[in-house]
């Protein structure tokens, strides 16, 4: 599954980074100096609005200490319009506390919006400094919101009021979602329940900056360094050059160097012959942040109790009795079920296929059974006798400029109208960042799209979707979404080869993008991608299987020098092939997804955890500890669910993919790829963000509750709907 980074609103009541769950102490920190120092002041881009097209950053105009000023004015000015409101002495209205608090943190939001991509995509020493100064003062001033009773009394009444005021039905959502944050958030507690969330969300805020900062520290530290070219047999030429290229860059003159990404598999671990360095790749991967300077493993120990406790001061028996309960999944059991309802299929499937793995092991003269760092090597052998296919044949058909300009742009064209024209002009915060202005069917211009997709160091694993700018009727913006990825970029002059999972990488982030481009919503708490978890990566697992459909893959699998389509046969296998392993990619996501929920289903009364011992004893208990298919992600580097916003929400892409694939069958069955599909598509789901409930918009689009029968043929393990 792809890591998805989805920005929250910093604006409206909520100040918070996209993996927060509402946090900050009673008096806003501020740091005056740092404010009233003119020189930096005067000309801080952040004080006024960007002059570029729908306000797009002009990356070009600030610095580095350009941040925290900007931080500290906009929480000030923030605050005030937080307290102007409140402390508002006319009756409470919808126009003056809802449309108001919509209205506030305008530079707060401006600046934070920036500051937090940044430190995912083009991350620095300073930056890094800056993030951890922020983490206490912003988890500060956003409780000084949620925690506020005047406040809280005002969005109260609206919400008691709300079906005698005559709104209509998209302020009716907002108001009950405006109330229901704030009850989540603690604004019923008692004083002293609420000094003692306060304090937890403090440390909180420390702990996953703390948490994503090591890891990104530790996976830079990892990489394997390599000593000859023979070690590297199996690699191609570009990649060894590569390898070349980034040991140079790191000081290791004449060596090579293997970077390792936030999983626990590693792709290079399919091509390289030397098992010993596949086993040097796999440890450096597995084994991070378990000792020594960057040790992460307190910190998740802490992070569970921490979100224990939360949970149990407002009420719950666990963070995801506590999490679920605003997604569509509703309870734990319900996610519990689901998993394990395809827990033996997967593990039988899987089972499978190690003994063919193994019996390949054997043919190729090994005497040994498999281990994690041999199964894709194995696995890829396997593929290659059962399909005939060579994965370095098909990337010479996927090349990364025509996947995504006659690949991904192509499909958005023929399925909604839209076309997404270069725009060399704007400022970008890389140069391998490029800008696009994506105009709909009409002619008329929807939003600015920025394309960040190869790896770098400073970028943090993963792949994601963000926005610089989010839509809003109310506000009168339009959407500014960047799409970011970790493609190894090809040494200059050769063109970038990518995989077919890449491939379906690049069409799976764009469904997040237009999510957020096609929002037309009033309120911004609503707008795009402001949905559940569980329902926020429907939309870009729809948009994947596009990837193999005739007519786009006639488009854009051609070959990188002859221009060539790719050969019918060929296809073929690529397509026959996806069903190939699909037990170990499906047992090694649930088993992080299981994992995950069982460290969020700890009370508050549980002591700290080995992180070691625990891990093993939650993959034990749902019987899927095979030790050669660890979890996709190891707690220690487990960033969606300790230093992202998938706490207790890592099921959610099976969840999503059960709406996918019936969304996508549905389509099919209607004809296809045709603007008729993609404007009921786009009406229903993509335009209204949260404006209305999740399952009331799907089944407007598909007329019918989704069922499950899609997702299992989708992975191969059904061949017919029955």
């Known amino acids: 599954m792809r890591k998805t980074l989805l920005a929250t609103a910093m604006g409206a009541i909520f100040a918070l980074s996209a993996c927060s769950d509402n946090t900050a102490p009673t008096q806003v920190a501020s740091t005056p100096s740092a404010v009233e120092n003119t020189e930096v002041t005067s000309s801080n881009p952040f004080f006024q609005q960007s002059s570029l097209q729908y306000q797009a950053p002009d990356f070009s105009a600030f610095n580095d200490d350009h941040f925290l000023p900007a931080f500290e004015e906009g929480m000030k000015q923030h605050m005030a319009e937080v307290e102007a409101i409140a402390n508002n002495p006319a009756e409470p209205t919808f126009d003056n506390t809802l449309v108001a608090l919509e209205k506030s943190g305008e530079m707060l939001n401006r600046v934070s919006r920036v500051f937090y991509n940044l430190t995912g995509t083009d991350s620095n020493e300073q930056r890094r400094k800056i993030q951890s100064e922020l983490a206490p003062k912003m988890a500060a001033h956003s409780d000084n919101i949620s925690l506020n009773p005047a406040l809280f009394a005002r969005v109260k009444a609206i919400y008691n009021n709300r079906n005698e005021l005559k709104l209509d039905p998209e302020s009716v959502r907002l108001a009950e979602v405006y109330y229901d944050r704030f009850v989540r958030a603690g604004a019923e507690l008692t004083e002293d329940q609420k000094t003692a969330i306060r304090a937890l969300n403090e440390e909180h805020s420390n702990l996953t900056t703390k948490f994503s900062q090591n890891l990104l520290a530790e996976t830079k530290n990892i990489a394997v360094v390599v000593d000859s070219k023979e070690q590297l047999a199996g690699?191609?030429?570009?990649?060894?050059?590569?390898?070349?290229?980034?040991?140079?860059?790191?000081?290791?003159?004449?060596?090579?160097?293997?970077?390792?990404?936030?999983?626990?598999?590693?792709?290079?671990?399919?091509?390289?012959?030397?098992?010993?360095?596949?086993?040097?790749?796999?440890?450096?991967?597995?084994?991070?942040?378990?000792?020594?300077?960057?040790?992460?493993?307190?910190?998740?120990?802490?992070?569970?109790?921490?979100?224990?406790?939360?949970?149990?001061?407002?009420?719950?028996?666990?963070?995801?009795?506590?999490?679920?309960?605003?997604?569509?999944?509703?309870?734990?059991?319900?996610?519990?079920?689901?998993?394990?309802?395809?827990?033996?299929?997967?593990?039988?499937?899987?089972?499978?296929?190690?003994?063919?793995?193994?019996?390949?092991?054997?043919?190729?003269?090994?005497?040994?059974?498999?281990?994690?760092?041999?199964?894709?090597?194995?696995?890829?052998?396997?593929?290659?006798?059962?399909?005939?296919?060579?994965?370095?044949?098909?990337?010479?058909?996927?090349?990364?400029?025509?996947?995504?300009?006659?690949?991904?742009?192509?499909?958005?064209?023929r399925f909604y109208g839209i076309r997404f024209e270069p725009r060399p002009d704007l400022p970008v915060y890389h140069p391998d960042v490029k800008a696009y202005e994506v105009f709909d069917a009409d002619g008329s211009s929807l939003a600015i799209f920025y394309a960040d997709?190869?790896?770098?160091?400073?970028?943090?694993?993963?792949?994601?979707?963000?926005?610089?700018?989010?839509?809003?009727?109310?506000?009168?913006?339009?959407?500014?979404?960047?799409?970011?990825?970790?493609?190894?970029?090809?040494?200059?002059?050769?063109?970038?080869?990518?995989?077919?999972?890449?491939?379906?990488?690049?069409?799976?982030?764009?469904?997040?993008?237009?999510?957020?481009?096609?929002?037309?919503?009033?309120?911004?708490?609503?707008?795009?991608?402001?949905?559940?978890?569980?329902?926020?990566?429907?939309?870009?697992?729809?948009?994947?299987?596009?990837?193999?459909?005739?007519?786009?893959?006639?488009?854009?699998?051609?070959?990188?020098?002859?221009?060539?389509?790719?050969?019918?046969?060929?296809?073929?296998?690529?397509?026959?092939?996806?069903?190939?392993?699909?037990?170990?990619?499906?047992?090694?996501?649930?088993?992080?997804?299981?994992?995950?929920?069982?460290?969020?289903?700890?009370?508050?009364?549980?002591?700290?955890?080995?992180?070691?011992?625990?891990?093993?004893?939650?993959?034990?208990?749902?019987?899927?500890?095979?030790?050669?298919?660890?979890?996709?992600?190891?707690?220690?580097?487990?960033?969606?669910?300790?230093?992202?916003?998938?706490?207790?929400?890592?099921?959610?892409?099976?969840?999503?993919?059960?709406?996918?694939?019936?969304?996508?069958?549905?389509?099919?069955?209607?004809?296809?790829?045709?603007?008729?599909?993609?404007?009921?598509?786009?009406?229903?789901?993509?335009?209204v963000g949260n404006s209305r409930p999740t399952m009331e918009s799907y089944k407007a689009f598909r007329g019918q509750e989704p069922t499950t029968d899609a997702l299992l043929i989708r992975r191969g393990l059904k061949t017919k709907v029955d």
């Open 235 to 413: 690699l191609t030429d570009a990649q060894i050059t590569a390898a070349a290229a980034a040991a140079k860059a790191a000081g290791h003159e004449d060596k090579y160097l293997l970077s390792i990404t936030n999983t626990t598999r590693q792709p290079v671990l399919s091509q390289l012959d030397n098992r010993e360095l596949r086993k040097r790749v796999w440890e450096a991967s597995a084994y991070r942040g378990q000792s020594g300077e960057f040790d992460t493993t307190p910190i998740v120990s802490r992070l569970a109790q921490l979100r224990a406790t939360r949970a149990k001061l407002l009420g719950y028996a666990n963070w995801a009795s506590y999490g679920l309960e605003a997604q569509m999944a509703k309870t734990p059991e319900a996610v519990f079920d689901m998993l394990g309802s395809m827990v033996p299929a997967v593990v039988e499937n899987t089972k499978k296929e190690l003994a063919d793995i193994n019996a390949m092991i054997k043919q190729q003269g090994g005497d040994f059974d498999a281990q994690p760092w041999d199964w894709e090597y194995y696995a890829e052998l396997v593929r290659q006798a059962k399909y005939d296919l060579d994965e370095n044949e098909v990337k010479q058909y996927f090349e990364f400029n025509r996947v995504l300009e006659d690949g991904v742009f192509y499909t958005l064209n």
């Open 453 to 687: 997709y190869f790896a770098r160091e400073g970028k943090r694993g993963g792949a994601w979707m963000s926005s610089f700018v989010g839509q809003s009727n109310l506000l009168g913006t339009k959407p500014v979404v960047v799409n970011v990825m970790n493609i190894p970029k090809a040494p200059e002059g050769s063109p970038t080869l990518i995989s077919y999972d890449h491939t379906t990488t690049i069409f799976h982030e764009l469904g997040h993008g237009i999510h957020g481009m096609f929002s037309d919503v009033k309120y911004p708490t609503l707008a795009g991608t402001s949905v559940s978890r569980d329902f926020v990566e429907f939309p870009s697992t729809f948009e994947e299987d596009w990837a193999q459909h005739p007519e786009v893959l006639g488009n854009y699998a051609k070959h990188y020098e002859t221009g060539e389509p790719i050969p019918k046969e060929l296809l073929d296998k690529v397509l026959r092939s996806r069903s190939f392993n699909q037990g170990y990619d499906t047992l090694e996501y649930m088993s992080a997804a299981l994992l995950d929920m069982e460290w969020h289903s700890l009370s508050a009364d549980e002591p700290l955890q080995d992180v070691v011992a625990f891990e093993a004893a939650a993959l034990k208990k749902h019987g899927v500890d095979l030790p050669a298919v660890p979890p996709r992600y190891k707690s220690p580097f487990f960033s969606h669910s300790m230093g992202g916003g998938y706490s207790a929400g890592y099921y959610a892409y099976m969840w999503s993919e059960i709406l996918a694939a019936d969304a996508f069958a549905y389509v099919q069955s209607r004809g296809g790829l045709t603007r008729e599909n993609g404007d009921n598509y786009r009406k229903n789901i993509l335009e």
